[in-house]
Structures are given as C-alpha cells and as structure tokens.
Nanobody, 121 residues
Framework: QVQLVESGGGLVQAGGSLRLSCAAS????????MGWFRQAPGKAREFLAAVTWKGNTKRYAESAKGRFAISRDNAENTAFLQMNSLKPEDTAVYYC??????????????WGQGTQVTVSS
C-alpha cells in the first residue's frame, strides 16, 4: 500500500516560485504513477501533472503547461512539482496522488494530506 507525504507549500508573491515534494512509501507496480492535483476554494479538484513510477513519461494539464514541471527521483521515491511565475489564481490546496497511469487524471487511488499554496498579489 502506497502512502504519500507532501511538503513545500507556503506563501509566495506573484511571479515567485515554489517546489512541492511528495515522498512515497510502500510498493507500487510499474504501471503506477504519481502526480499533483489542486483545489481552490469553491472549485473542483483539478489535475495538474503526472509522472510514471519509473519517471520516464510525464503528462500535464493544459493549465500547467509552461509554468509547472513534474519530476521524480527514483532513488528517493519522491516526486516534485516545480511551479514558476506563480499567479494569485494558483492559490489552492495542492494534493499529491498515486494510482494507475492509464486513469490517473480522473481516478487516482491514493492521496496525500494536501499542502496550502498561497500566492499574494
């Protein structure tokens, strides 16, 4: 059973950067993936990015392309989300997730506890 622990959220000014980390424990099959979602107040949870458990394939939502980058350190079993040029509308709770690659964007099966990202104008 995979468990996830996120870190790296906080308060940043518009235009700044943050890097979120998600440490995974437990075993996962090669068809698993890790990734990130976010949920802003009053809005639905939104898929952002995913990377395969091996770290060799990545997928991004349109809203994340260009400013966000996902990566994975296989030795540390940790995924990262580098967020650049942050905007106030990026303010949300960011969740790490894990699940099958083929359905990750819609139905991940494991969730982290979430970390708050607040972007001030």
């Amino acid at each position: 059973q995979v468990q996830l622990v996120e870190s790296g959220g906080g308060l940043v000014q518009a235009g700044g950067s943050l890097r979120l980390s998600c440490a995974a424990s437990g075993r996962a099959s090669d068809n698993f993936a890790m990734g990130w979602f976010r949920q802003a107040p009053g809005k639905a949870r939104e898929f952002l990015a995913a990377v395969t458990w091996k770290g060799n394939t990545k997928r991004y939502a349109e809203s994340a392309k260009g400013r966000f980058a996902i990566s994975r350190d296989n030795a540390e079993n940790t995924a990262f989300l580098q967020m650049n040029s942050l905007k106030p509308e990026d303010t949300a709770v960011y969740y790490c997730a894990a699940g099958l690659w083929v359905q990750f964007a819609t139905a991940p099966t494991v969730w982290g506890q979430g970390t708050q990202v607040t972007v001030s104008s």
